[in-house]
C-alpha cells in the first residue's frame, strides 16, 4: 500500500472512531469499579481541584500538520526519556501536562519522519510533519501478483506515480519520463495527441523487430497508443527491466514490461476531485532558412535562372514565411471529474475526462472523452470481484499542412490567391512547388471508439489458509472510421476529379487467465508460489473503399458509388496465444531470497515446428541490513544484494509471416486483353521462431542515513540470438529474400538511480532523483559469411560486427578544399569543394572508404529531479540529458536540385570567407561529388519541466466544504543547450512539426 493512501485510510479511520472512543472511556469511568475509589460512581465531568491548580507553566498544546497543511490525527507526542505522552485528535490537536521548560518532545506518526523539538518554555507547539522517503515497507506490483520491495529479487523500479501527478504531463509516456534509471522515453515529435513517443527499456536488442516493451493495463496485455488513456486513471506503474522480474511474460518480455494499474476506491468517505487545466503551445528551435531575397541572390550567384514570380517577389520583398502558415498557437484544456469510496465490502472508482487539444499545426486537432469504472465488490467473505472498464471517444479529425514542403518551399511563392483561397501552385514549378497549404483543405473525419474491460473473480479458499484462485478476463473492442475528400481545390484531387477514401478498421482481442497462487509462513520460512494457464486471441479486419472522378465536390466521401473508379480492398488478420507459467517466491528469515520462474508460450503466427517456447528464469537476493553483524551500524537502513539469470523471448512476427504468399497482377496481353493472375510474393519459412534474448543481472539496493539516501546500482549483460532478419536468395526461387532466425546481438549497460532528502527542516524539505544509465548494443553477426565461412557485415544494410544497431555509414568529411589542386586522392578538384578522407590510405577516394559515423541511439541518457517544498509551496524542476548521439542533418544536404528547394541558412565557402565549415554555393555534383551527408552530434542537455503549485491550508477551504484545494502552474521546454543546428536533437524527421513550450495553469479541487 503507498504511504499516503494508508496515511489517507488511518485519517478516516481515526476521524470515524474518535468520538466513539471518547465516549467508551467515559463509560469505563462510568461503570467500572476497578477506575473509581472503594468502587463507588465516579463522574469523569467531576473536576479534580488540585487538578485546576495545576502550573499552567508545565502545559504544552498545538497542532499537528502535513506538508499540504491538512491536520494530522494519531500522531503521537512524548516527552524524551519519560513515560509521558499523548495523541492528537480528529482536528490535529494536541494537549500535554506536566512538561518542563527543558524538555525535549517527540512527534512520531507511522510513515512520516520523526521530529524531536526542544520546549524552550514554549506552551504552543506546532508542528508540520513530512512524509518519510521510504514509508512503509512497499508493496509492488510484479506482474500476477504483489511482493514487499524488500523481497523483490529482481530489477523493478516502482514509479510514484502520486508525485507525478502533481506534475501535470501532457501523457503517460512523460509521465514516465526522467523517473527511472533504464527507460528511456524519446519525444520524437509534435502533434496535439501527444502520441509521437518511444520507448525503451535497456536500449535495442533486435535490428528488425520492435524493441518496444510490453505494456500490462490491470493485469492484461494493453495493444495501442498509451494517449488513449486517461492519465489521471492511472493508480502505479513499475517497471520490470531484468530477465528475472520480466520472465513471467516468456515470449513477449525481452524488451522488458510496462505494468500499470489504474486507480481504485478506498474504504471512508466518499471522495470528489476535479481537476482542470489550461495550456498554450508555442514552437520553438525553428530552423533559420534562407529568407526571400537570401534565397534569390544565392540562385543568382550560382548562375541558375529565376523566373517570373521570383524576379517579381525578389522586387517587392516578399519573403514568405511557410512554417509560420502552416503552424498556430496551440491550446489544451483537460478536465478531469473523479468519485471514489467504499466500505469494508465494496470499493469504487468512477472517472469521466475531457480532453480538448488543438496542436501548433494548423487543422491539428485532437479531442478524448474517457469514462472509467473501477468496482471491487466482496460477494462473499472468500469471493472477491473486481471489473475495470473504460469507454473511451477519440477524435482525430482534421489534415495539417505538409511540414516537408512547408520547410524547403520557395520562399518567394505565394501562398494564397487574390481572393484569399489557397493557391494551387506557390511558384512555377509543378513538382516542388505544391503549396504546403493544400492537405488542411481535405475534408477529413477520424473517429475511434474504445472499450476495455478488464475484469477479475478471486476465491480466497477457506478451508485452505493461503490458497487462492483467481480468473481473470479481458476484452479489447475498437473500431475506426476514417473519411477523407481530396476536392478540386488540392493538388490531388483536381487531377482525379475528386478523391474519396475511407477506412473501415475493427480490433478485438480477449484473453483468459487462470491464476492459482499460495502463500504460507512457517518459522523463519516464507514461499509464494503461483501457476499460471491463459489464452489470449486477437483479431482485426478492415475495409476500405477508394474512389475518384465525381461529378462535383457536394457529397464528399458519401459518394463512392458515383465515383468513374472505385476501388474496395479488404483484409483479416487473426493471431493466438496460449501460455502456462510457474513462478515461486522463497524467504527466509527477511535475509535470504530467491525466485524461480519458467514460462511456456504458444504463438500461431510461428511455424509448425517453433510454435511453442520455454522461457526460464532464476534469481537470489541477500538483505545483508538484516544480518546480525549490522545490527550496530545504525547509518544502513537497507542494503541488498541481487542476482538473476532469464531467458526472453520477442515474438515481433505478424501473423501468416512463416506462410508463403501470393500477390495479384492484372497484365496486359499482346492482343490488349488484361489478364488477372498472381505471383509468389513471399517465401514461407515452418522453423521461423522468437528472438530470443539471455541475460544475467546484478544490483545493489541501498538506504542510508535514517533513509535520507536511497537507490540502486545495476549492471546486465544480454545476448539476443535468432534475430529475424531477411537473407537475400536467388531470384529462381520466386522471391529475393526470405526472413529467418539468424544473427545476433550483444547489450551490456549499467544503471544508475539515487534519491536524496538533502534538506528536511523547519517545514522545508529539499529532495532529488537523479539516475544516469548507458547502455551499448553491438552487433555479433547477422547470418552472412564469406567463402571460407566467417561471418561479415552487411554493408547494403549498414549492419557492421561489433558496432551499434543504428549507425551511419559514409564518407568522412575532411574539411574543404581552399585552392583549386590536381591529383589529389579524388581527381582534380575546385576550390570550395568538399575534402573526403582517404580512410584506407590507398592515394583513392572511393567506396572503400565509407566508414561508421558515430551511432544514431544515445550511449548516456540522464535525469534529475528537484523538489523544493514549503508548508502549501511545491517547486518540481526536471532536467534531462542524453549523450553519444550522432545524427545526419538532412537540413544541411547539398542536393542538386539547382536551388528549387529552400534550404538551411548556411554560410558558404567562398574566396573572400575561406572556411572549412560548409563547401562553396554550386551544384552538389561539383562540390559534393559523392553525395555525402552532413553529421552533427544531436547530444543536448534539456530544462523539460517546471512546475509550481500551492495547496491552500484547510482552515480557508473548510468553511466551502473542500477537502483540497491546490493551484498550479507548469512550463515545459523553456530551454535546451546543444550544438545540434536545425529542427531539434531529439526528432528524427528535421522536417516535422517543430518542438514545443508551453505554459499551463491548472487547479485541483477536493470536496
Known sequence: MKLKNLKGSLFLELKRNFVIIQITIACLFLFSPQLSAKGEFFSPFAVDVELMQQDQAQLVRGTVTDQNGEPVPGVTVTVQGTTKGTITDSNGNYELTGVSENATLLYS???????????????????????????????????YGTQKKSDITGSVVSIDTEALEKSPRVSIEQMMQGVAAGLNITVDGTNAESSSNTMLIRGQNSITASNNPLIILDGIPYAGNLSELNPKDIGSIEVLKDASSAAIYGARGANGVILITTKMGKSGQLKVNYEGSYAIDQIVNVPDMMDGATFYET???????????????????????????????????KHNLSFSGGNDMTKFYLSFSLDDTKGVAVNDEFKRYTLRLN??????????????????????????????????????????NEDGSIRMLTWEDDVYGQNPLLPTLNIDSDITRRFISNNSLTFDFPFAKGLSYKLNTGYDYRSRLQQTYYGRNTYSGLSDNGRAVTENGYNEDWIIENILSYTHDFGKHSIFLTGLYSAQSEWNEDHNISAQGFPNDVMYFYQNSKGSLVEPSDSYRKQTHLSQMFRGNYVYDDRYLATFTVRRDGYSAFGENSKFGIFPSFALG????????????????????????????NEAVAPYSTLPTLSSRNIVDANDQTLFGFYPSRLGDPTLGWETTTSFNAGLDFALFNNRLRGSVDSYWSTTTDLLLNKSISDVNGA???TQNIGETSNNGIEFQVTSVNVNRSGFMWTTNFNISHFDTKIV??????????????????????????????????GIYQEDQADTPQGDVEAGEIRYLDANGDGLVSADDRRVIGRRIPDFVTSMTNTFSYKGWSLSVFLNAVSGITKRNELLTTYDTDLRLNRYNVEFWTPENKSNEYPANKGESKINKFGMEFYKSADFIRLQDIT??????SEFINKYKLSNLRLFVNAKNLATWTSWVGLDPEFSDQTAVPQTSSVLFGVNLGF
Open 736 to 738: 529475393g529474400s526470405i
Open 948 to 953: 509550481l503549485s500551492y495547496t491552500v491550508p
Open 375 to 416: 468496482l471491487e465488490q466482496e460477494l462473499l467473505p472468500w469471493i472477491t470481484f473486481n471489473t475495470n472498464t473504460q469507454y473511451g471517444y477519440y477524435d482525430r479529425s482534421g489534415n495539417d499542412g505538409d511540414f516537408g514542403d512547408a520547410f524547403q518551399m520557395n520562399p518567394l511563392g505565394i501562398p494564397y
Open 299 to 333: 540562385k543568382v550567384d550560382r548562375g541558375v535562372a529565376t523566373t517570373a514570380i521570383e524576379d517579381e517577389g525578389y522586387s517587392s520583398g516578399r519573403s514568405t514565411d511557410w512554417i509560420d502558415l502552416v503552424t498556430q498557437t496551440g491550446e489544451r484544456q
Open 622 to 649: 541477500w538483505n545483508v541490513a538484516n544480518e546480525q553483524f549490522m545490527y550496530n551500524i545504525d547509518k544502513i537502513d537497507v542494503l541488498k544484494l541481487r542476482a538473476s539469470y532469464g531467458v526472453n523471448g
Open 109 to 143: 506518526f507511522i510513515g512520516m519522519e520523526t521530529q524531536e523539538l526542544m520546549r524552550d518554555g514554549r506552551r504552543v507547539i506546532n508542528v508540520v510533519l513530512s512524509e518519510s522517503i521510504i514509508g512503509l515497507d512497499e508493496v509492488v506490483v510484479v506482474g
Open 781 to 814: 553477426h547477422v547470418g552472412l559469411t564469406d567463402d571460407e565461412g566467417n561471418y561479415i557485415d552487411d554493408i547494403n544494410s549498414r549492419w557492421f560486427i561489433g558496432e551499434p544497431v543504428n549507425v551511419n555509414y559514409d564518407y568522412v568529411f575532411d
